[in-house]
């Protein structure tokens, strides 16, 4: 095993993130003071070409209008309640399944928030469950020196990943596929909503809208999404990110945090139920949702699942990080929360994007990155012209 004293420093806030330092700590290499981002055309373009992976740049951090945080204001007033007994569900089911000495792992970024949320809800119940976040970078795998830095220092067998959501579950295939050389880690993923019955450890398979999803570092503590680039990172460190302290006038990260634990004490009384509800499920994890990908992508011709991102919270993300084609939304489910989908159709539009309505699809939204892209590819069937 390697000796914990050959082995980066986490990192934590107020000096990287604006979360509090005893709220999760970061297995991460600051890069802070390094120009990462590139226009999402460019990045597309790249990317697509096989010039470069994702995980080697970031895009430039989309500044949300005031029509939108208005709409990330909405969602979370109105769906906190719903992330709260969600948080409630996973966090006593893994007591019940995975006892109460736990070491929460959430994958960054978008798992920081409900790790902290998960964190927070144990800590109502005198368990004081530590907080780390790692990287996990889809064709790449999970930051082996993080588990190397878990493993020196903690259980692996109490380790518990979290995540925000499942898409079409490329990422639980990857962390199982990194995991199987570690032996003691378990790859039960948490997630708060696994609408591509992914995992065994949910709050809801229901694709629903969880308000962080809205925005990008401003509510994930000002920290961007994880860079894994050879050129920038020496053997032996974690994989790397920013902390855009900049931005903090328009943070949201805690704001977010403490609405939804704000509703833990309500919500409270409703957990035992909720959670004998998902232990009489068949909890198997079928990936349904990858067969529904694979069916996409063959209708619209794109030729690349990873072109293809289910979910609120997925389609989110095509719409503020990459070159968005259209916008697939289930009207059903629009029909039974009329909201959810709202920021989904203002960033559509403000990109000119076309959203049409499919009924019948496992998911509330799906985006379809523009596939075969370039920077002349503006035609209606994603191809150049």
């Known amino acids: ?16 993130s604006s979360y509090l330092p ?20 460019e990045r597309e373009e790249a990317i697509q070409s096989g010039g470069a992976h994702y995980a080697e740049s970031l895009p430039v951090e989309y500044q949300p209008s005031a029509e939108y945080q208005r709409l990330f204001a909405d969602a979370l007033d109105r769906t906190a309640r719903r992330v709260a007994l969600g948080v409630g569900v996973v966090a006593e089911l893994l007591r ?17 928030p409900v790790g902290i949320l998960l964190r927070r809800w144990g800590l109502r119940a005198g368990l004081h469950w530590p907080h780390v976040a790692v990287s996990i970078v889809r064709g790449r795998g999970i930051d082996e020196v993080a588990l190397r830095w878990i493993a020196a220092h903690h259980d692996p067998s109490a380790v518990v990943f979290v995540d925000g959501w499942t898409g079409k579950g490329a990422i639980v295939r990857e962390l199982s596929a990194a995991l199987a050389r570690f032996p003691g880690f378990s790859d039960d993923l948490a997630v708060l909503a696994d609408p591509g019955h992914c995992v065994r450890t949910f709050g809801t398979r229901e ?19 994880t860079v894994l680039n050879e050129r920038l990172l020496a053997p032996g460190r974690f994989h790397g990110a920013k902390f855009y302290a900049d931005l903090a006038p328009v943070d949201a990260s805690n704001r977010f945090l403490d609405v939804v634990s704000s509703w833990f004490d309500d919500v409270a009384p ?20 990858w067969a529904e990908v694979e069916r996409v992508s063959e209708h619209y011709d794109i030729g690349d699942v990873n072109l293809v991102k289910p979910g609120v919270g997925e389609t989110t993300r095509v719409l503020l990080r990459r070159v968005p084609w259209r916008v697939l939304v ?14 989904v159709r203002l960033l559509a539009a403000q990109r000119g994007v076309v959203v049409e309505e499919v009924p019948g699809l496992s998911y509330s939204a799906i985006g379809l990155i523009h596939p075969r892209f370039t920077r002349g590819a503006t035609g209606a069937d994603g191809r150049a012209v």
């Open 1 to 16: 095993m390697t000796s914990s004293t050959e082995l980066p420093t986490p990192l934590s806030g107020p000096r990287f």
């Open 22 to 41: 005893d709220e999760v700590s970061w297995l991460l290499s600051d890069l802070s003071g390094v120009e990462l981002e590139a226009p999402a055309e």
């Open 96 to 112: 019940a399944e995975r006892g109460e000495e736990l070491l929460l792992a959430s994958l960054a970024r978008a798992g920081t």
């Open 207 to 225: 694709d629903y809208l969880i308000p962080s999803a809205c925005l990008n570092s401003t509510v994930s503590g000002l920290v961007s999404r």
């Open 270 to 289: 409703e957990v035992p139920a909720a959670v004998a509800v998902v232990r009489a499920q068949d909890r198997t994890a079928t990936f349904t949702g």
């Open 330 to 343: 289930r009207p059903e489910a629009e029909l039974r929360h009329p909201d959810d989908l709202a920021h």
